[in-house]
């Protein structure tokens, strides 16, 4: 009897193991997706991590008078490249766009002058995470850049500077977003919304990343973390100043894919806003390079005004 159950339980060892072993793989292939399919639907009071307990969490709250003012050195290359092998997914909670062929690399920003980013993935929050001169405007769209150097996102997850995310926050105008008509004429063309969660191999019409921002311009700067579980804190925040314009119908589209049994979450995927904690914020625009402000968030704002001065 006893050995019975032993061995039984031996079976059941071995099948934990192998599940954990399975799972392991699926993370390092597509770690946001893991994240998002076994904790997507806990209440961020329950997220685990340092999603609770850090202090340099994201998404918070930006305004130009409160920021540190310098001049921009960003540069983003191969982004008007045609990708042939881009893939789509959801995960029950956001569209993905992955598989980029051709390198899309990132250098020159202020915290990360000497490294260079390679793009990984698009995801797109229904509900902008980033709250901009006071306004939660309808949509963000989150370019997850790793380091170079890393091997994979999983091992640049676990780097000091290992991630870089370019954010772009959208609102609902008559003005439709090209960018985003390829994704949704993909998402048209497939039969998918009965799932919680698709994959699409094949995209119907071509997607430039270049057309999601059109010019970076000016843009803001932070240090912060993921916004989703477990929200590590290693990840450089740029934040399109400009807000870009898509359709309601667009808009539509991309946040209801999930079906009717996911309608409410997708309509608000974003996470509440994080105390900033006196964290720095910097706004970069092409102009700024002689009159620089310094400018820390406290509890209310400090700013030094230096007169042609250059720090950067
Ligand atoms: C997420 O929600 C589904 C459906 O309500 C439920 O079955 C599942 O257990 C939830 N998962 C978690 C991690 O809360
Ligand atoms: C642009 O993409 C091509 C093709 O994949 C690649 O060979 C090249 O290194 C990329 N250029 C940059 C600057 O990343
Ligand atoms: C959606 O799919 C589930 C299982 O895959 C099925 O039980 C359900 O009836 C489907 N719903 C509709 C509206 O087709
Ligand atoms: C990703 O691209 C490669 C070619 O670069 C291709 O072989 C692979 O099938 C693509 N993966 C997906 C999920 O589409």
């Given at each position: 009897m006893s050995?019975?159950?032993?061995?039984?339980?031996?079976?059941?060892?071995?099948?934990?193991?192998?599940?954990?072993?399975?799972?392991?793989?699926?993370?390092?292939?597509?770690?946001?997706?893991?994240?998002?399919?076994?904790?997507?639907?806990?209440?961020?009071?329950?997220w685990?991590?340092?999603?609770?307990?850090?202090?340099?969490?994201?998404?918070?709250?930006?305004?130009?008078?409160?920021?540190?003012?310098?001049?921009?050195?960003?540069?983003?290359?191969?982004?008007?490249?045609?990708?042939?092998?881009?893939?789509?997914?959801?995960?029950?909670?956001?569209?993905?766009?992955?598989?980029?062929?051709?390198?899309?690399?990132?250098?020159?920003?202020?915290q990360?002058?000497?490294?260079?980013?390679?793009?990984?993935?698009?995801?797109?929050?229904?509900?902008a995470?980033?709250?901009?001169?006071?306004?939660?405007?309808?949509?963000?769209?989150?370019?997850?850049?790793?380091?170079?150097?890393?091997?994979?996102?999983?091992?640049?997850l676990?780097?000091?500077?290992?991630?870089?995310?370019?954010?772009?926050?959208?609102?609902?105008?008559?003005?439709?977003?090209?960018?985003?008509?390829?994704?949704?004429?993909?998402?048209?063309?497939?039969?998918?919304?009965?799932?919680?969660?698709?994959?699409?191999?094949?995209?119907?019409?071509i997607?430039?990343?270049?057309?999601?921002?059109?010019?970076?311009?000016?843009?803001?700067?932070?240090?912060?973390?993921?916004?989703?579980?477990?929200?590590?804190?290693?990840?450089?925040?740029?934040?399109?100043?400009?807000?870009?314009t898509?359709?309601?119908?667009?808009?539509?589209?991309?946040?209801?894919?999930?079906?009717?049994?996911?309608?409410?979450?997708?309509?608000?995927?974003?996470?509440?806003?994080q105390?900033s904690?006196?964290?720095?914020?910097?706004?970069?625009?092409?102009?700024?390079?002689?009159?620089?402000?310094?400018?820390?968030?406290?509890?209310?704002?400090?700013?030094?005004?230096?007169?042609?001065?250059?720090?950067?």
């Amino acid at each position: 009897m006893s050995k019975y159950i032993s061995l039984k339980m031996i079976n059941f060892w071995l099948l934990v193991m192998l599940s954990l072993q399975l799972a392991c793989v699926a993370a390092e292939e597509n770690w946001l997706d893991l994240d998002y399919a076994t904790k997507g639907n806990l209440s961020e009071s329950d997220w685990p991590g340092v999603c609770n307990t850090g202090h340099k969490q994201s998404p918070i709250e930006l305004n130009e008078a409160y920021a540190t003012h310098g001049p921009t050195k960003l540069h983003i290359l191969n982004d008007t490249v045609e990708q042939p092998h881009l893939a789509l997914l959801y995960n029950g909670y956001v569209v993905i766009l992955h598989n980029f062929t051709h390198s899309i690399r990132l250098s020159g920003g202020m915290q990360f002058r000497e490294l260079v980013y390679v793009a990984e993935q698009i995801h797109f929050h229904c509900g902008a995470e980033h709250v901009l001169e006071n306004v939660r405007h309808d949509m963000e769209v989150q370019i997850v850049f790793r380091l170079e150097s890393a091997a994979s996102l999983k091992a640049a997850l676990n780097q000091e500077k290992g991630l870089v995310m370019v954010s772009v926050v959208f609102e609902v105008t008559n003005v439709p977003s090209r960018a985003i008509a390829a994704i949704v004429d993909t998402l048209r063309g497939q039969p998918l919304v009965n799932e919680s969660t698709w994959k699409i191999n094949e995209m119907n019409s071509i997607f430039l990343m270049r057309e999601l921002y059109g010019d970076i311009g000016a843009y803001y700067q932070y240090r912060g973390s993921l916004t989703v579980p477990g929200c590590v804190e290693n990840v450089e925040w740029l934040v399109k100043a400009k807000v870009q314009t898509l359709t309601r119908q667009q808009m539509d589209t991309l946040c209801h894919v999930g079906g009717a049994s996911s309608l409410a979450r997708t309509h608000t995927s974003y996470r509440e806003l994080q105390d900033s904690n006196t964290r720095q914020v910097f706004y970069f625009t092409e102009s700024s390079a002689n009159n620089i402000r310094v400018c820390w968030i406290s509890v209310g704002f400090i700013c030094v005004f230096l007169n042609g001065v250059n720090i950067f």
